[in-house]
């Protein structure tokens, strides 16, 4: 069974341009969630995803967004980066209600 | 405070010893507690799940909850070099009909041979 995949699993970007990060979940896995991990907060939770509809959001600016396709794909695009965006995001999915999550590789973006 | 505490470490302890790693929570509306391990360079994968209080043993990995003073355990026993790793606790409560999960920072372990 194919785990989470994630892509690309590393970026490097200049400040002030967008980016867009892509995740495949587990096959059958209709929510997906998007995570932002940096060594001085830990994993902080951006959105989640189920059956193409946002159903949760954390704290982030405007700036941070997504999507999810019927095949329950998803992409998280973020503008106008910022050097504090630097960080590893990470995907994760599960079934509805199910027992945690399974988390991709992540994406490794250096904002500089 | 933030909803879930964790001491960060790095905790390092000789091959064979136990390990015990622990976390505070405030929201006594959790009610789903996970722990999972994340080694450098790749994304956290599920160790062991656990729903309100009690004890679950897996192997060598025994998951404690204390519901009444929101104190969640994970302990290790004989513990290898390859168990070195980050370890974050997790937990969930329903909101909706679905779960929001909240993670604490994380503990770093070193098993030296």
């Known amino acids: 069974k194919a785990g989470v995949t994630q892509t690309p699993r590393y970026l490097i970007k200049t400040r002030g341009q967008q980016v867009t990060l892509s995740c495949s979940p587990i096959s059958g896995h209709r929510s997906v969630s998007w995570y932002q991990q940096t060594p001085g907060q830990g994993l902080q939770f951006l959105f989640e995803y189920f059956s193409e509809t946002q159903r949760n959001k954390g704290n982030f600016p405007g700036r941070f967004s997504g999507r999810q396709f019927s095949n329950s794909r998803s992409e998280m695009n973020v503008s106008t980066l910022e050097l504090g965006d630097s960080a590893l995001y990470l995907c994760a999915s599960s079934s509805d209600r199910g027992r945690g999550y399974t988390f991709g590789s992540g994406t490794r973006l250096t904002v500089v | ?113």
């Open chain 2, 1 to 113: 405070q933030k909803e879930v505490e964790q001491d960060p470490g790095p905790l390092s302890v000789p091959e064979g010893a136990i390990v015990s790693l622990n976390c505070t929570y405030s929201n006594s509306a959790f009610q789903y507690f996970m722990w999972y391990r994340q080694y450098s360079r790749k994304g956290p994968e599920l160790l062991m799940y656990t729903y309100s209080s009690g004890n679950k043993e897996d192997g060598r990995f025994t998951a404690q909850v204390d519901k009444s003073s929101k104190y969640i355990s994970l302990f290790i026993r004989d513990s290898q070099p390859s168990d070195s790793a980050t370890y974050l606790c997790a937990m969930s409560a329903d909101s909706g009909g679905y779960q929001k999960v909240t993670f604490g920072t994380g503990t770093k372990l070193q098993v030296i041979p």
